[in-house]
């Protein structure tokens, strides 16, 4: 008899399966094992998330202010002669949150244009007369269903490892008191890279701790970084991976001289960039600078 462990091991190198029955076969497995933690994730990406809640770091995405061009009838980035507003509009769109269900994301990608978020905000209409909206890649979302997938499958093989396999859509006892007894292995955390945003779980080390910000010495050497960077940019010959690269150091400027910067989401943007230099052979940030971040990778 077949193993829904296995099957679902199967299906996530499958990539005509959907994510989100990937997740709805991983409920049942997270559920008849008692894996809480891991079964409030699942639930999470099915139904969406709380807006205050724990998120993990693949969900905030990079994006950009677009208006509605009336005669070109198309979205098109917004322009702003005033600093003030430009320095909003950034703030604004650098980076966001997606709360949204796995399914929205999926159907987004079958839809035309990019995922719009709508926007309402007096300091950026008032002189532009028309619909603004903040609108997020679909590469990015593309990027965001192979993390969810990649995350089953490490999950499935960890399953696997410890025996926990089950047959048909059954759990003999002792692969449920296995499961239990090693629940620590199974937190999702353990399977998420990069971990959650804005979490106090801690993956169950010896004298962990959280580091939420970086010293003085570690933005001041970012700050130094960034017009190198700028530069490496203007270099980069793909348009899809500019941009990206583009709004992702204008998070991190933006991000590096706020009054209490987001160690997560300058985090995100630092592995992103690394990322695209690996895709186009530029060096977008100095091997020094990633070896004084502690937990960036």
């Not at 839809?111 to 309402?120: E, F, M, R, V």
């Not at 204008?250 to 706020?258: G, W």
Request: proline share 4%; charged share 20%; net charge negative.
């Amino acid at each position: 008899m077949s193993s829904l462990v296995l099957e679902l091991q199967k299906d996530c190198i499958n990539s005509n399966i959907l994510v989100s029955d990937l997740l709805r076969k991983a409920l049942i497995i997270a559920t008849k094992l008692k894996l809480n933690e891991f079964e409030n994730w699942i639930n999470n990406e099915l139904n969406g998330y709380p807006i205050h809640g724990e998120l993990p770091r693949y969900r905030i995405l990079g994006s950009s202010l677009r208006a509605w061009n009336i005669v070109q009838q198309r979205w098109l980035p917004l322009r702003f002669t005033n600093p003030e507003e430009e320095e909003l509009a950034t703030k604004l769109s650098s980076s966001k949150e997606l709360l949204d269900p796995i399914s929205s994301i999926e159907h987004c990608l079958e839809s035309n244009g990019d995922y719009p978020i709508c926007l309402s905000h007096d300091a950026l209409t008032k002189n532009i007369g028309s619909e603004v909206t903040i609108q997020i890649s679909k590469s990015q979302f593309r990027q965001l269903l192979e993390g969810v997938r990649n995350t089953l499958l490490r999950w499935t093989l960890k399953l696997e490892e410890e025996g926990i396999i089950g047959t048909g859509m059954s759990f003999s006892q002792q692969e449920s008191v296995k499961a239990e007894n090693n629940s620590q292995i199974f937190h999702i955390q353990n399977y998420i890279v990069g971990g959650m945003h804005n979490s106090p779980i801690q993956q169950d080390t010896v004298n962990s701790t959280q580091i939420s910000s970086y010293t003085s010495d570690e933005l001041e050497l970012l700050k130094q970084e960034i017009p190198s960077i700028k530069e490496k940019i203007n270099d980069i010959k793909d348009e899809s991976l500019k941009k990206q690269a583009g709004s992702d150091l204008a998070t991190i400027e933006v991000q590096v001289n706020a009054p209490n910067p987001t160690k997560s989401i300058i985090n995100t943007c630092i592995k992103s960039l690394w990322s695209i230099s690996e895709k186009v052979g530029v060096s977008l940030i100095a091997n020094e600078f990633i070896k004084l971040i502690p937990h960036v990778f």
